[in-house]
Each structure stands twice: as structure tokens, then as C-alpha cells.
Nanobody, 120 residues
Framework: QVQLVESGGGLVQPGGSLRLSCAAS????????MGWYRQAPGKQREVVAT???????NYADSVKDRFTISRDNAKSTVYLQMNSLKPEDTAVYFC??????????????WGQGTQVTVSS
């Protein structure tokens, strides 16, 4: 069992910044990659950024050069620094982690989601 707890969402002006945090707890599964996804009303959930256990990152084109994903493996925490925010970034942001155990080669965990609203 792994639980992901997100924090840092809120309301921000266009051009402003927010930093999201997601901490993983539990010891049954080992965590591999982590990432951030978002979903706006009427739209599919989309990947925002991912980071491997070794620190390799990738980003959606829409957030490249504005968002930065990072992780602290000692704290089992992933962060998303969001700069130059646009109204189009408004969505519920979800933390994601994939894990494995001796008996399950791949499982996914999701946080509850945190609302990010960029005012227009």
C-alpha cells in the first residue's frame, strides 16, 4: 500500500508561480517513476511532467521551459515548480507514482488531486 499526499495548489494570478509537492508513504511497494498529470473539465487527463528514479525528466510541450519537476528520493517526495502560469494551466493536478514488488511487477498509485486556478 502506497499513499500519495499532495499539497501546494491554490489560486494565482497569470504570470505567477506555485510549487506542488507530493509525498509517498507506505513500504510494501518500491517506487520507480513519479509524475504530475492534470485534468480540466471536459478534457482527458494529460501528462504534465515525469521523472525517473534516476532523475531523468520529460515535459509536455505546453509547459516546457515554464515547469520544473524534481524529486527527493530520501523523502519519497516529488515537486512541480510552476512559473509563468497561464489561465490554460487551470486544472486539477494529480500526483502519480508507479511501483513494484516481488509479486507485482507494475502498479500505479494516484493522489487525490489538488486544484490549481490561474485567474484571467
Amino acid at each position: 500500500q502506497v499513499q500519495l499526499v499532495e499539497s501546494g495548489g491554490g489560486l494565482v494570478q497569470p504570470g505567477g508561480s506555485l510549487r506542488l509537492s507530493c509525498a509517498a508513504s507506505g513500504s510494501i511497494f518500491s517506487i520507480n517513476a513519479m509524475g504530475w498529470y492534470r485534468q480540466a473539465p471536459g478534457k482527458q487527463r494529460e501528462v504534465v511532467a515525469t521523472i525517473s528514479s534516476g532523475g531523468y525528466t520529460n515535459y509536455a510541450d505546453s509547459v516546457k521551459d515554464r515547469f520544473t519537476i524534481s524529486r527527493d528520493n530520501a523523502k519519497s517526495t516529488v515537486y512541480l515548480q510552476m512559473n509563468s502560469l497561464k489561465p490554460e494551466d487551470t486544472a486539477v493536478y494529480f500526483c502519480n507514482a508507479d511501483g513494484y514488488s516481488d509479486y507485482m511487477p507494475y502498479v500505479e498509485f494516484w493522489g487525490q488531486g489538488t486544484q490549481v486556478t490561474v485567474s484571467s
